[in-house]
């Protein structure tokens, strides 16, 4: 089985917002704020090397969980910098969709977000999911509900069944999750579509990850065997 080409779809877990703020002794919504500018360089970065989609998970079902001020400063900061940054992505060509539940969002959160589909849904350089609030296993059940509603016989149901009633129904499944700061775990993302994903943690904190980080993990991506299960 030959090296792998370069990835068609790039999930990130972008995490140690925190940590990389709490080493300089600043507050952890400063860390959060700086992870935010990294974003476009980084995008593209992937584009360069020809990665059509990305999937950055930005606010995970289980963030709630957190003290309100920080949920509050994640909510604020996620509008803020898509107001900023919008009309840059826009004019790279880039097409903005959201992965998980819009219906518990702050309304401007909801608003913001609409604003990013509607304004590049046409744009056709790179597709970049945000994965804000979102779970894998509350996608998993509600694309169980949405076919149980269809009423379909037991014995006729395929795992197109519920890949098709995914969040993630027009999106090929990454082909690499990168995880920042080290951790080795996947809290809740993508668990169905990661089924046979190469998996990549680095060190390097969120707000660190740059060109460099990049072309280091597409590297690595280039020297796995993907097997599927083959020989
Ligand atoms: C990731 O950074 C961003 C979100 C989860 C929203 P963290 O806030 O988890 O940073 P650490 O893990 O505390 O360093
Ligand atoms: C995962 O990071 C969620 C996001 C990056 C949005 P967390 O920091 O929330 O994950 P855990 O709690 O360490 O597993
Ligand atoms: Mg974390």
Known sequence: MGKNKDPRHVAIIMDGNGRWATHRGL???????????NIQNVLRAFSDRGVAFVTLYAFSTENWNRP?????SLMSLTVSSITEQ???????GIKITHLGEKFSLPTDVKQAIKRCESLTSSNEKLVLNIAFNYGGRTEIVKAVKQL???NPHPEEITEEHISSRL??????????IIRTA???????????QSAYSEYYSTNTLWPDFDESDVAE???????RT???GEL
């Open 27 to 37: 507050t952890r919504s400063t860390g959060h704020e700086k992870g935010t500018l």
């Open 68 to 72: 309100q001020s920080e949920v509050d």
């Open 86 to 92: 919008l009309d840059q992505l826009n004019s790279e």
């Open 148 to 150: 149980l509603e269809e």
């Open 167 to 176: 969040y993630t129904k027009e999106i090929p499944d990454p082909d690499m």
């Open 182 to 192: 080290g951790e080795m775990r996947l809290s809740n993302f993508l668990i169905w």
């Open 217 to 223: 993990a597409l590297d690595e991506y280039s020297k």
């Open 226 to 228: 993907r097997k599927f």
